[in-house]
Each structure stands twice: as C-alpha cells, then as structure tokens.
C-alpha cells in the first residue's frame, strides 16, 4: 500500500482533533518506510523533523511533524 494517503489521512485527522503536532514511527530497517514517508511529509509541506534524544543525538525511526 502507498504511504503518502495513510500519511496525510493520520495528519488531516490529528488536525481535526486539534493536535499541534504528531509522531511518526518509521523505523529503520531497511529505510522504504522511512524514505516514502519523508516524501510523503514534504509533499505535503508538512514541517518536521527527527525525535531528539539525549546528548544532541536524534531517532531517525520517529519523525516528530508540526501540524
């Protein structure tokens, strides 16, 4: 199944429910998820960015997306 319509389907019903941002866990495997979501998120002009953790490092399997 294509990534971007269940991308923008969960991000246009966080908007509905008056969310100001959401996570996305991709993963990191092999990177096909992860890759197709970004496109998806800059497709559709969605800002985001990496979890932060600890110590200046960031989760690149979570995608933290201002909404």
């Known amino acids: ?20 941002q959401v996570r996305i ?3 990191k495997g092999s990177g096909k998820v992860r890759e ?16 932060p953790l600890k110590h200046g490092k960031v989760n690149d399997g979570v995608w933290i997306v201002s909404i």
């Open 25 to 27: 866990m991709t993963g």
């Open 36 to 51: 197709e979501t970004l496109r998806a998120l800059r497709f559709g002009k969605f800002p985001h960015r990496p979890e």
């Open 1 to 20: 199944e294509e990534i971007w319509p269940l991308v923008d389907r969960f991000i246009r019903q966080a908007q509905d429910a008056g969310l100001s």
